[in-house]
């Protein structure tokens, strides 16, 4: 699953990837818990049979918004002595339960979420249980209706399931926890024109007397139930197909020309998953279905992943943004979530950690070695921050509120970080001869983490024993200060390396061997390996006949780290010029923003000019930004003529530092109405709200921009986002207008949290807490997270009565758990009695994770010939 409301929302709730930290991270004391006190230990539910075979016979009806029919969940006992089945079942009406014909009592226990049935005598393994569930349900999860409304009176009518993690226990009864594997089929009666895809292979599609039509599909490879799905609507189907293969790509009617552009890779990223795995993929066929009002980026059901429509994206979208890192991380799932699958929540990381590298290897395989550098970037710089400013716990706990709670960036991208670092500590060799042996020792199976390290350390003879126990079962990295310096009469390079992470019960020291580069008078770098110990103090010693123009610690950047390397500019300077990975240059480029002066504008400014690869002239031109001197606005100036668009559009957000030199507002103004990219006229109009001094001038440009059409509305989000700070009075009118429902949807959020922001004075609060308070039951899942969010901004403890009553409504666990922190912050800020500061401290907060998404437009984009994601 690609929970990235992520990396294509406007909504931005995470954090800019590229942000350079700094300053030191909070304590732990200050962060929030990542499972609230009292939370038990969660462990896998016992199950008393095997299920082998699901069948699941059912019509669908988009009008009455229900599902109903039979499902006949063949099973066999594992132990002697069953006399009582349990299912799980969330709001079903079941009718009658059969087996072999006679009907069997039962309970439903909506609290446990589960249907007991008696079977009445015992049964044991040599029997072959056909329990047939004949039911009905109206779901308020699990299974989404879809259609046009006096608002949207364009979307398409559509139906589709989202099972993961326990979800589907609200549209069909069966066994709906990872710990089992069953082959599945699904017989979708539906009314014409809308079609049904489901999983695995077309079996028929069977007219009915009643003018309906019957779908029957099969799964054949045995597989965990959250991956079951259906979608149903008018879908076009554009076809393709790799080692023949069919590859779909079904999307909404009128979306055909777009299919390609954002799918056609596809075949590509199954073959190179094929030879990365050693396993050819291994189903009849790979399906992508565009769904409208999806909560998440993508859903890797088997053989027929759910996409957002959002990714759909027209020829001039394409200079900024490619459906590739969603695509590749649902295809990855295929393999690693679908082929294997976790056993328990607690090691979903399996699942997520694994289809968030191989989408970064691929990217490095399509288009080169900093490809996947600026990926693992990415990936680092989204954990960082999530560790900072939210919580800090191990990748595998079985400490969570609920299963939702673990889709994070801890297993996203913590797990392809370590994933990363093993890698390093195997060697190519012993890193892929492991992958494939561990995907080829537990295909169709399901794994635990001991799994994968037994696996890896079998066939490499490495221990990994201090990699997983102290980034994965243990929690936090560790968090380096260090300095050089050179020793003439003995010939040896002295490094200083200092543990500054708080060490607790769960953080502790950390051990593992690190390059360090030693870079000579002529720019030839040495690489030596050392190891670095579990101590706090460490002094690391490498020979060198003479004295290195700099050290580099980790010059490939393949430790899971935070580092602060005591340098003057000039090294940093030098290690930006004459080192050859990516992630050298960018930690070189994130310190030199940081010491400011004349060197570090001096060397930013060549990086931008000179610098081949995009994410390193993007870097550089935020490093710029952040330094804000006259003489970092001229070395800037080149990078609003980039050949690039997304670093035209870094070097415009840049601007937005320099409020003192309104002679750039004609500049903003000429790409807010003449860039061709959307990206960077976006950035634009965030830059103009830097310019409150010059408001005659500058509103009218943004009252201007709100009725510019752009992909995912990001010119419109961020032309009122700036207004809102440089005209609070025409902003408030502008952001009623366009957070209506029936406005542009993709702008709506950002109108939400534009009316927070100039909501805050009090003649204006209660009015815009009502307002806010009237999109809690959006029908777009997005929106009504974008309503929390706002009301929190705002700061009104007066909604929390309506947040209450939305979280009691809230069947969807990760919705509740949203609202339910919304509720949280607003009863803590006016407990504290000081709502002013902390609707401020919310507000910079807010600020700060407003970023991310556009970061991870530009950054997670590859180059523009290939089109275009952290997801």
């Known amino acids: 699953m690609t929970p990235r409301a992520p990396w294509f929302r406007t909504v931005r709730f995470a954090a800019p990837l590229l942000l350079a930290f700094a300053a030191s991270a909070p304590a732990l004391a200050d962060r929030e818990p990542f499972a609230p006190e009292g939370t038990p230990l969660r462990y896998s539910p016992a199950r008393r049979y095997d299920l082998q075979h699901l069948r699941l016979d059912l019509a669908f009806d988009w009008e009455r918004k229900t599902v109903s029919g039979t499902a006949t969940n063949t099973l066999t006992p594992l132990l002697s002595g069953v006399d009582t089945l349990t299912f799980h079942a969330a709001g079903l009406d079941v009718l009658r339960v059969r087996l072999a014909g006679a009907e069997l009592p039962f309970t439903l226990d909506p609290k446990a979420e589960t249907l007991s049935v008696r079977l009445g005598r015992a049964y044991g393994p040599a029997d072959r249980l056909e329990v047939a569930i004949d039911y009905s349900a109206k779901p308020r999860a699990g299974l989404y209706f879809v259609g046009p409304d006096a608002g949207y009176p364009a979307k398409p009518r559509q139906i589709y399931s989202q099972g993961e ?43 009915r007397p009643d003018g309906k039509r019957t779908y029957h599909w099969r799964m054949d490879q045995e597989h965990t139930t959250y991956l079951v799905s259906i979608v149903v609507g008018e879908l076009t ?145 989204g954990y960082l921050r999530e560790d900072a400013e939210r919580y800090r716990r191990p990748i595998v706990t079985r400490r969570y509120a609920d299963p939702i709670a673990m889709f994070d960036s801890h297993t996203y991208n913590k797990g392809a970080l370590v994933l990363h670092m093993a890698r390093f500590l195997l060697g190519e060799e012993g890193w892929w001869k492991g992958v494939r042996t561990y995907v080829d020792r537990y295909a169709f199976q399901t794994v635990t983490t001991p799994d994968l390290q037994g696996t890896l350390e079998e066939v490499s003879g490495a221990s990994l024993g201090a990699l997983f126990d102290q980034y994965v079962y243990g929690a936090g990295h560790p968090e380096l200060e260090a300095r050089w310096d050179y020793e003439p009469e003995a010939g040896v390079v002295r490094v200083e390396i200092r543990q500054t992470q708080e060490v607790t019960g769960e953080t502790g020291l950390f ?64 290690q930006l010029a004459r080192s050859r990975h990516l992630a050298a240059k960018l930690e070189a480029i994130r310190a030199l923003g940081t010491a400011g002066g004349d060197e570090a504008v001096a060397a930013l400014g060549r990086a931008l000019r000179d610098e081949p690869f995009r994410s390193t002239r993007q870097a550089a031109a935020k490093a710029l930004g952040e330094i804000a001197t006259d003489a970092a606005l001229e070395a800037l100036r080149p990078g609003l003529a980039d050949k690039e668009s997304r670093v035209r559009a870094a070097a415009l957000e840049a601007c937005q530092s320099f409020p003192r030199h309104p002679e750039l507002i004609p500049e903003l103004r000429r790409a807010l109405e003449n860039e061709p990219s959307y990206t960077a006229r976006a950035a634009a109009a965030k830059a103009l709200g830097a310019f409150p001094d010059r408001r005659a001038e500058v509103a009218p440009l943004l009252l201007k921009a709100l009725s510019q059409e752009s992909y995912r509305e990001v010119v419109r989000s961020e032309a009122i986002g700036a207004l809102a700070k440089v005209d609070p009075e ?109 609707l401020e401290d919310r507000i910079q907060q807010l600020e700060r994770e407003t970023e991310v998404l556009k970061e991870q437009i530009r950054e997670l984009q590859p180059s523009p010939t290939a089109g275009p994601d952290r997801p």
């Open 730 to 838: 025409k902003a408030y009118t502008a952001a009623l207008r366009l957070a209506q429902y029936g406005s542009p949807v993709e702008a709506r959020d950002d109108a939400m949290l534009a009316l927070a922001r100039v909501g805050a004075d009090e003649e204006r609060r209660e009015a815009v807490r009502k307002v806010l308070e009237g999109y809690l039951s959006d029908p777009d899942p997005l929106l009504e997270r974008a309503s929390y969010e706002s009301l929190v901004l705002l700061g009104d403890p007066a909604a929390i009565p309506a947040l209450e009553r939305a979280a009691r409504l809230e069947v969807d666990a990760n919705q509740r758990q949203r609202v339910e922190k919304a509720i949280a912050e607003l009863r803590e800020k006016s407990l504290a009695g000081r709502p002013d500061q902390a």
């Open 165 to 207: 993690p326990q979800l589907n226990r609200h549209w069909f009864p069966t066994w709906d926890y990872p710990n089992d594997r069953t082959t599945t089929e699904m017989l979708a009666t539906v009314a014409p024109p809308f079609q049904a895809v489901g999983n695995g292979k077309l079996l028929e599609v069977a007219d």
């Open 511 to 574: 051990s593992f061997p690190v390059e360090i580069a030693l870079i000579d008078a002529e720019g030839k770098a040495t690489v030596h390996r050392v190891p670095l110990l579990a101590r706090a103090v460490q002094e690391l010693v490498v020979a060198s006949a003479a004295r290195p123009r700099t050290v580099v610690i980790d010059p490939d950047g393949w430790i899971l780290k935070k580092l602060d390397f005591d340098k003057p500019a000039a090294e940093w300077a030098l």
């Open 237 to 381: 189907r554009v076809a393709d197909e790799w080692n023949g293969i069919p590859v779909e790509y079904y999307v909404p009617p009128g979306d055909a020309d777009k299919a390609r552009r954002s799918f056609g890779d596809t075949p590509k990223m199954l073959a190179f998953f094929s030879e990365a795995t050693g396993r050819p993929y291994p189903y009849a066929k790979y399906a992508q279905v565009c769904v409208v009002d999806f909560q998440w980026g993508g859903m890797e059901n088997i053989t027929a992943t759910t996409q957002t429509a959002r990714t759909l994206h027209d020829e001039r979208a394409a200079l900024d943004f490619s459906s590739e890192g969603l695509v590749a991380h649902e295809a990855a799932h295929q393999w690693f979530g679908d082929l294997l699958t976790t056993e328990g929540w607690e090691h979903v990381w399996l699942n997520e950690g694994f289809a968030d590298y191989f989408t970064a290897l691929y990217k490095g395989h399509a288009r080169g070695e900093d490809e996947l550098a600026a990926e693992m970037d990415s990936l680092l710089r």
